[in-house]
């Protein structure tokens, strides 16, 4: 169980800056998710779960596309047939 001043302490942990009166909701908020992951603890499985599976993408479609040139021509700055970017660092 959560109380108070574990929340004030992990608030303080992750430089959090939290108001007096939100300690309390905190704390509720907290010890309902962890009632949450109780009930999920002692949930039972039956196994493995199989599933089939699906290939859910397009196969490829070779399609024509904008020549080299046509490309650079949009380009702000090229350089040697590519497009210039500028250096990020």
């Not at 929340?7 to 949450?36: C, K, R, S, W």
Request: net charge negative; charged share 30%.
């Amino acid at each position: 169980m959560v109380t108070e001043n574990d929340v004030q302490h992990i608030a303080d942990l992750a430089d959090v800056g939290i108001g007096d009166a939100e300690p309390g909701m905190f704390t509720h908020q907290f010890n309902a998710i962890l009632e949450y992951f109780d009930i999920l603890d002692r949930v039972e499985g039956s196994g493995e779960v199989t599933r089939d599976l699906y290939n859910i993408l397009r196969e490829d479609e070779i399609e024509p596309s904008l020549s080299q040139e046509e490309v650079l021509k949009n380009a702000p700055a090229t350089e040697d047939g590519f497009i210039k970017a500028p250096r990020v660092m």
